[in-house]
């Protein structure tokens, strides 16, 4: 099967073979991982017998998918041009993901609201769009929901329990983050207001 055919299980199809060929023409080995809890998507430089080495998260919906690759694929670009010469995310790092990006943007394959939410990201793009709440929110609401709601969404005082299992009571928001207390430890916690948690009872 076409390297193309793949990536449009993944992406927009029309970004597909924009993907496969820099895929080609870097030499990259690009892999479709499976869902890391720490990161969306990784780059490694060449090492010894190794290449160019990309890796996402395949349980990106198609629109992170393509962001996060074009941001993987500015730091593969990134290294060419200067290997450890420059910071990971600095301004040649943002130099060529707005490079990289203009493509899909001038093929449209974002709908209008994600659009502009990532033509603002890129006036200054960030270490990761989940630090940008504005294109974080924008990406996520073409996630497929399931059972599961974002914090922010719930009002203060609400009981939630996180993947593990662990009981949070939602408190008050400090700057970007809402303080919550664990019910099952009384410690207090930070989380984002766009962490995916699920409304728990508090007699459960």
């Not at 941001?71 to 041009?81: C, D, I, P, S």
């Not at 490079?99 to 974002?110: A, D």
């Not at 990532?118 to 929901?145: E, F, G, M, V």
Request: charged content about 30%; glycine content about 4%.
């Amino acid at each position: 099967m076409e390297k193309a055919e793949v990536l449009a299980r993944y992406m927009p199809e029309q970004a597909a073979p924009v993907i496969a060929k820099w895929i080609d023409y870097f030499q990259c080995e690009f892999k479709i991982s499976k869902s890391r809890s720490t990161k969306l998507g990784d780059y490694r430089h060449p090492f010894r017998q190794t290449g160019h080495q990309i890796s996402v998260n395949n349980n990106l919906n198609r629109y992170a998918f393509l962001v996060t690759t074009v941001h993987e694929f500015a730091h593969l670009l990134t290294w060419n041009e200067f290997q450890h010469k420059v910071k990971p995310h600095g301004s040649e790092w943002k130099s060529n993901y707005k490079k990289m990006m203009i493509p899909f943007l001038e093929q449209r394959v974002f709908p209008e609201d994600l659009e502009k939410a990532i033509s603002t990201y890129l006036t200054n793009p960030s270490a990761s769009s989940c630090t940008d709440l504005h294109l974080s929110r924008a990406l996520k609401k073409y996630d497929s929901r399931g059972d599961h709601t974002r914090l922010e969404e719930l009002d203060t005082h609400t009981v939630f329990r996180i993947k593990d299992g662990r009981r949070f009571k939602k408190g008050e928001r400090l700057r970007k983050r809402y303080r919550c207390e664990c019910l099952d430890n009384g410690n207090i916690y930070l989380f984002s207001p766009l962490a995916e948690v699920f409304i728990a009872e508090t007699g459960t």
